[in-house]
Structure formats: structure tokens, C-alpha cells
């Protein structure tokens, strides 16, 4: 079966910092492009950070200097270090693999390219 899992997510105060991972099960990661989109109540779900399958990197603006994507190959896994979080990251945390993607930028971390495999998502809460 052929799966995603994400993990990580949690309460933290605001200034704090998380680490989601996304861990893949009945296929390698090595040559999927890698997506963490979020969305928050009421609002539509966004692309948070992106790596393509050749490691090109896209961070959305608003986390842009406040979080990092990395793959780790040995643990067929891709993290999301957040710091500096913020109330406004408050959301549930997807990760999404596709295929066959090289290219990265806003177009191919949005709603506008489909994702081959979601996650479950995982909550984040970001509050005092």
C-alpha cells in the first residue's frame, strides 16, 4: 500500500519552533517531487514549501526565512523545520508527493499541479 505519513505536528507557543515529517511507505521518495501545503479553517489550502524531484527548493513568502524543507534519503522521509512560528501558521499540515515533477516556483506548489499522494495531515497550533 502505498502511503504518506506526516507527523510532528502539535501546540506550541508563539516564537517556537516544530518539526513535521512526512515518511513515505510502499515507495521511495528519491525521485518524487515533495509539497507541504496547509490549510487553515475557512481558508483554502496553500503551498507552504515545495522540492522538486532534482532538490529545487520554493518557499511560500510568509514562512520564507522561518522554515526549511530537507529530504533525507537513508529514512525515505522529508522534514519541515518551522521556526519563529507564528499564529497565523496555525493549520493543518499536509505533505503530497508527484511523480514527475523538476520544475519549482509558486505554480507547482499550489492547487494548480495534482499531487499523486496526500498524507493525512497533521494539526499545528500555534498559541499562547
Known amino acids: 500500500q502505498l502511503q504518506l505519513v506526516e507527523s510532528g505536528g502539535g501546540l506550541v507557543q508563539p516564537g517556537g519552533s516544530l518539526r513535521l515529517s512526512c515518511a513515505a511507505s510502499g515507495f521511495t521518495l528519491d525521485y518524487y517531487a515533495i509539497g507541504w501545503f496547509r490549510q487553515a479553517p475557512g481558508k483554502e489550502r496553500e503551498g507552504v514549501s515545495c522540492?522538486?524531484?532534482?532538490?529545487?527548493?520554493y518557499y511560500a513568502d510568509s514562512v520564507k526565512g522561518r522554515f526549511t524543507i530537507s529530504r533525507d534519503y537513508a529514512k525515505n522521509t522529508v522534514y519541515l523545520q518551522m521556526n519563529s512560528l507564528k499564529p497565523e501558521d496555525t493549520a493543518v499540515y499536509y505533505c503530497?508527493?508527484?511523480?514527475?515533477?523538476?520544475?519549482?516556483?509558486?505554480?507547482?506548489?499550489?492547487?494548480?499541479?495534482?499531487?499523486?499522494?496526500w498524507g493525512q495531515g497533521t494539526q499545528v497550533t500555534v498559541s499562547s
Open positions: 503530497a508527493a508527484h511523480s514527475s515533477l523538476t520544475a519549482s516556483g509558486y505554480y507547482y506548489c499550489s492547487a494548480y499541479v495534482e499531487y499523486d499522494y
Open positions: 522540492i522538486s524531484s532534482d532538490n529545487r527548493i
